[in-house]
């Protein structure tokens, strides 16, 4: 049977959280008992809920899971290096990742003293399970899948790797930062079946929240809640919960941007492939496009001249002269266009 403390760090299995003031109570008349300025014009004077309620349980209602199922943090990148610290030992244990994939999986892994092993998407840019399974060791506690993954823009077939890493009892986060844009189901779907599986979501991108700074997981209420144990008190300010349950109580303000999104990607992949300065436009479910170009530093160059900046990914592994563009309005979209029709090579 798969067991999730023993998984974790040993340290950490009678680690005595901290109990702040608002974890003790919430809810008395005169609240005198954390050492906050009484003076609440802005209301922004008392700590906020470290339970963070109110907020999960509309996350909870958006991805249709019981609140013991979710856990917030500063970002998803604050929940990657929770998960880390939980189940990484420094000097001892390693994690996985899939490249080319999202940075900050490797970033946060090394800050902590953990050593990354990795091994590489296929042609399809798809996993290669006997690849993935031969770059495990004894030592591997987290794969990282970035599904639509980031930089390729595809999502990846996570079933088989779940299927293997529940058998191996290893930590297998699945993040879906982009999800939003590809119309699918969240694999979060399949949480009972996997209680090794953690999915991250966040507000940024298909919410247009990237400055509120607000992602959550949907895992195993056991994995919930050592991460609730570890976490810092109030890592989730007021200000951004605010924003938060405000957008998330008009999901139709979402849809809107998200439809536009969408067939404004469509359009931009139809335009770039006429463009013979591309060799390869490569499909997207996610609010960017990866594109293939022997030219991609000269493009690169000439779009930010006319202050368009693109992300160059061709140092990444199988990514030579990548260029990655994320969709913009309709408006900078006919702009980038008119830049890149114009271009002399
Ligand atoms: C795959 C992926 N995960 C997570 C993040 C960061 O999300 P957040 O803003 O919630 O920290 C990004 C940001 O680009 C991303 O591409």
């Known amino acids: 049977m798969f ?3 023993d998984l974790i760090r040993p340290e950490l299995l009678h680690f005595k959280p901290y109990l702040s003031a608002r974890h003790l109570s919430s809810n008395g008349e005169i609240l005198l008992d954390a050492n906050e300025n009484p003076y609440d014009d802005e209301n922004l004077n008392r700590y906020p809920d470290p339970n963070q309620i109110a907020l999960r349980h509309s996350l909870s209602e958006y991805v249709d899971a019981p609140i013991e199922n979710i856990f917030v943090g500063s970002g998803s990148d604050e929940i990657i290096d929770l998960l880390i610290r939980l189940f990484c030992r420094p000097g001892r244990d390693e994690v ?21 092993s990795s091994c590489l998407l296929n042609d399809e840019f798809d996993i290669d399970i006997s690849s993935l399974r031969s770059a495990l060791s004894r030592k591997t506690k987290i794969v990282f899948c970035c599904s639509p993954n980031n930089p390729t823009g595809n999502r990846l077939s996570v079933t088989e790797l779940l299927e293997y890493t529940k058998s191996e009892g290893i930590i297998t986060v699945i993040d879906e930062a982009y999800l939003e844009f590809s119309k699918t ?10 209680p090794n599986l953690v999915v991250l979501r966040t507000l940024s991108k ?3 929240l990237a400055g509120i700074r607000l992602g959550y997981a949907v895992a195993a209420p056991e994995i919930v809640s050592y991460l609730m144990s570890i976490k810092l008190p109030y890592n989730v300010n007021v200000l951004t919960s605010n924003s938060a349950l405000e957008a998330l109580s008009n999901r139709t303000n979402m849809e809107k941007k998200l ?21 390869e436009v490569y499909p997207s479910e996610a609010n960017f496009i990866l594109l293939k170009s022997e030219y991609s530093e000269k493009i690169k160059q000439t779009l930010a001249e006319n202050g368009i900046i693109v992300r160059d990914r061709s140092a990444d592994p199988l990514l030579e002269n990548c260029l990655r563009i994320s969709v913009g309005t309709p408006e900078q979209n006919e702009k980038l266009l008119y830049v890149l029709k114009g271009m002399k090579l």
């Open 3 to 5: 067991s999730i403390s």
């Open 96 to 116: 996985l990742i899939i490249e080319p994939t999202y940075g900050m999986y490797r970033v946060c892994a090394e800050v902590n003293g953990i050593k990354v």
């Open 185 to 194: 189901d969240s694999v979060s779907r399949l949480r009972d079946e996997y």
């Open 206 to 208: 298909a919410w247009g």
């Open 259 to 279: 439809s536009e999104i969408i067939s404004e990607r469509k359009r931009l992949i139809g335009e770039f492939n006429k463009l013979a300065v591309f060799e």
